[in-house]
C-alpha cells in the first residue's frame, strides 16, 4: 500500500470529526439495547450514510404523488373535513437516518408488505394519530385530550388498535391505488408500537424507501410515513425508471401471471340456448297456458352455449343429478370447421 491510499480525504475526515463531536458513548448494535429507559444508538455507516441523496426512479415520484392524492381525497371524504395533503421527495437512505428521525413516543405500525414479499412501517405523527381517533369517533377534531392522556403515553387501547386497524384500511386503499401500475401493493397490521426500538425491524445500514406525506388539518400539523426497504423494489426498476406511469407491458411474465390470477377470480354469465322463436305482438298477447311455441332447433341438433353473451361453445342437452345440464361437444370454432368440411364435401 503506497502512502498515498493511507491518506483521508477532507470528506472523511470531516465525517469522523462529525461522527466524534457527540457524546463519548461507544455506539451500539439495536441488538444490545433491550432496557426500557435507555437510549438507543445506532452504528452509523461512513461511507453510505449520506442522506438526501437524489435517486434515479421517475415514476417512484408520480407514485408517491398519486398516493398522497388518493389518501388525502378518502380521508377527507370519510371525515367530511378539508385538509392539506403534500407529498415531499421520495427518499432512499438508511433505516439508521430514517430510526434517528422517529419521536419518542411514537405511532408506528409494523407492516406486511403484500405484492414485495416485505415487511415495511407506518408512522403517524402522534398528534396527527389522536386527531384520526377523535374524528372516527365521532368528535369534531378541534378539543383534542390533554397530552398527558394521548396514547403514545400510555399505551394504545383495544379500541384504539381497532381504530388504527380502520384508519390502515384507507391506507391500504390510496396504497394499492397509487401502485396498481407498478406492482399490486397492499399492506397488513402486524402490530402498533410506541417505542421505536420496538420496530426496528431492519438493520441499520440496510437502504430503505421513506416516502412521506405532509398533512395540515386544521390547527394539527403532522406526517405519515410509509418505509419500505429498497431490496423489496428492486424486481421492479425498470417500472420505476419510466418518466411516466403506465400500464404494465402484456409481455411481462410476472403481470401476466398477476393478470391470470385476478381474472380467474372473476364470475361470468353462462346460458345454453334451446332455440329460438319468432312472433307479432298481437300473437304474444293471445298466449295462454297450454300453449306450445315451436323453436329453430331440431331436438337433435348442438345447442348453442353463450358467455357474457357471446357463443363460445356448441353442447348436448343432458341430466345431471337429477338437473337439466349441457355437455359440451365443441367450441365454436370447431363446429364452424366441421360444418364448412360438411359444406365443401357436398359440394364437391
Not at 203 to 220: A, H, I, K, M, T
Amino acid at each position: 500500500m503506497s502512502s498515498s491510499d493511507e491518506l483521508l480525504t477532507a470528506e472523511e475526515l470531516a465525517a469522523l470529526s462529525e461522527a466524534f463531536s457527540g457524546s463519548p458513548r461507544a455506539p451500539r448494535a439495536t441488538s444490545e439495547v433491550r432496557a426500557e429507559d435507555d437510549t438507543v444508538v445506532l452504528r452509523y455507516d461512513l461511507v453510505g450514510g449520506s442522506s438526501n441523496q437524489r435517486h434515479d426512479y421517475p415514476a417512484l415520484d408520480l407514485v408517491h404523488e398519486a398516493f398522497a392524492l388518493h389518501l388525502g381525497a378518502t380521508l377527507q371524504r370519510a371525515m367530511r373535513q378539508y385538509a392539506s395533503f403534500v407529498p415531499t421527495r421520495p427518499d432512499i437512505l438508511n433505516f439508521s437516518e430514517v430510526y434517528a428521525s422517529l419521536p419518542t413516543p411514537c405511532s408506528i405500525v409494523v407492516l406486511e408488505v403484500e405484492g414485495v414479499s416485505s415487511t415495511g412501517l407506518l408512522v403517524f405523527a402522534p398528534n396527527l394519530l389522536q386527531l384520526f381517533f377523535d374524528l372516527l369517533m365521532g368528535g369534531t377534531g378541534t378539543d383534542p385530550p390533554p397530552t398527558s392522556e394521548q396514547p403514545t403515553a400510555r399505551g394504545f387501547t383495544p379500541t384504539e388498535r381497532h381504530l388504527i386497524r380502520h384508519l390502515l384500511g384507507f391506507v391500504n386503499h390510496s396504497l394499492r391505488a397509487a401502485w396498481a401500475d407498478i406492482v399490486p401493493m397492499s399492506i397488513r397490521m402486524v402490530r402498533a408500537e410506541m417505542d421505536p426500538r420496538h420496530a426496528a425491524i431492519f438493520n441499520p445500514s440496510e437502504r430503505v424507501v421513506e416516502l412521506r406525506v405532509d398533512v395540515v388539518w386544521g390547527e394539527v400539523r403532522g406526517d405519515v410515513r410509509f418505509i419500505v426497504p429498497m431490496a423489496a423494489l428492486k424486481p421492479f426498476e425498470k417500472r420505476l425508471a419510466r418518466t411516466a406511469v403506465s400500464s404494465p407491458n402484456p409481455a411481462d411474465p410476472g403481470w401476466s401471471e398477476t393478470i391470470r390470477a385476478r381474472l380467474g377470480e372473476v364470475e361470468v354469465n353462462i346460458t345454453a340456448v334451446l332455440g329460438r322463436a319468432e312472433m307479432t305482438v298481437r300473437d304474444l298477447l293471445r298466449l295462454e297456458v297450454g300453449d306450445v311455441l315451436r323453436l329453430d332447433r331440431d331436438p337433435e341438433a348442438a345447442l348453442e352455449v353463450l358467455v357474457e353473451g357471446v357463443e363460445k361453445y356448441a353442447g348436448k342437452a343432458t341430466v345431471q343429478q337429477g338437473n337439466m345440464a349441457v355437455t359440451l361437444a365443441a367450441t365454436k370454432d370447431e363446429l364452424r370447421a366441421a360444418n364448412d368440411g360438411a359444406k365443401a364435401e357436398g359440394t364437391s
